[in-house]
């Protein structure tokens, strides 16, 4: 059983710029898979990024050049930078990892982006 706790959510002028953190407990292995998703009202969930072990990303096309995802493997937590932050950005942002054949998701961290 993996938990996820993610922190560093709050509220941006648009243009500026958040740090978002997600803690991984309860693992034995190195966990494979970790990505950011975001879900805002009356939308569906969305994958924002995910990185794997050995370094690889992937991004969404409305976040590239403006987010960074990263890990850190001996601290089994996982980073996402955001830069020139939208409004369209605003969303409730959940980590999920995939271990052994299950998803895990913390709970969400709000970002909110206005003026």
């Known amino acids: 059983q993996v938990q996820l706790v993610e922190s560093g959510g709050g509220l941006v002028q648009p243009g500026g710029s958040l740090r978002l953190s997600c803690a991984a407990s309860?693992?034995?292995?190195?966990?494979?898979?970790m990505g950011w998703y975001r879900q805002a009202p009356g939308k569906q969930r969305e994958l924002v990024a995910h990185i794997t072990s050995d370094g690889s990303t992937n991004y969404a096309d409305s976040v590239k050049g403006r987010f960074t995802i990263s890990r850190d493997n001996a601290k089994n937590t996982v980073y996402l930078q955001m830069n020139s932050l939208k409004p369209e950005d605003t969303a409730v942002y959940y980590c999920?990892?995939?271990?052994?054949?299950?998803?895990?998701w913390g709970q969400g961290t709000q970002v909110t982006v206005s003026s």
């Open positions: 309860g693992n034995r292995y190195s966990i494979y898979y």
């Open positions: 999920n990892s995939y271990y052994y054949g299950a998803n895990y």
